[in-house]
């Protein structure tokens, strides 16, 4: 049983950068692919982007050019880099994985973590 555990969300002003690890136990993850996703008020939770087992990303349209997804297998872990961030990108942000596919959730969920994007 695979646990993933997010960090590092917190209140973040516009136009501001923020990173969130997403640390997994129970597994390994290295050989599949990865996802972060997010979840606004009275919204639907929605895919934002993943990272597979070579490394290559791929990311939502609202987020392209300002997010980063990245691995560190020697950690088991998983990053969302965030940068400009808007309000709008306010959220919980989830770790999912693992996945074949881009934007088709995995088994494990992790926790989430909030990101409040305000000036």
Do not use: H
């Not at 993933?4 to 050989?31: D, H, M």
């Not at 606004?40 to 300002?66: E, I």
């Not at 990245?70 to 872990?77: G, L, Q």
């Amino acid at each position: 049983q695979v646990q993933l555990v997010e960090s590092g969300g917190s209140i973040v002003r516009p136009g501001g950068t923020l990173k969130l690890s997403c640390e997994a136990s129970g597994g390994i993850i290295e050989a599949y692919t990865m996802g972060w996703y997010r979840q606004a008020p009275g919204k639907q939770r929605a895919w934002v982007g993943g990272v597979n087992s070579l490394g290559g990303t791929n990311y939502a349209d609202s987020v392209k050019g300002r997010f980063t997804v990245s691995r560190d297998n020697n950690r088991n872990t998983v990053y969302l880099e965030m940068s400009d961030l808007k309000p709008e990108d306010t959220a919980v942000y989830y770790c999912n994985g693992p996945t074949q596919y881009w934007g088709t959730p995995g088994q494990f969920w992790g926790q989430g973590t909030q990101v409040t994007v305000s000036a």
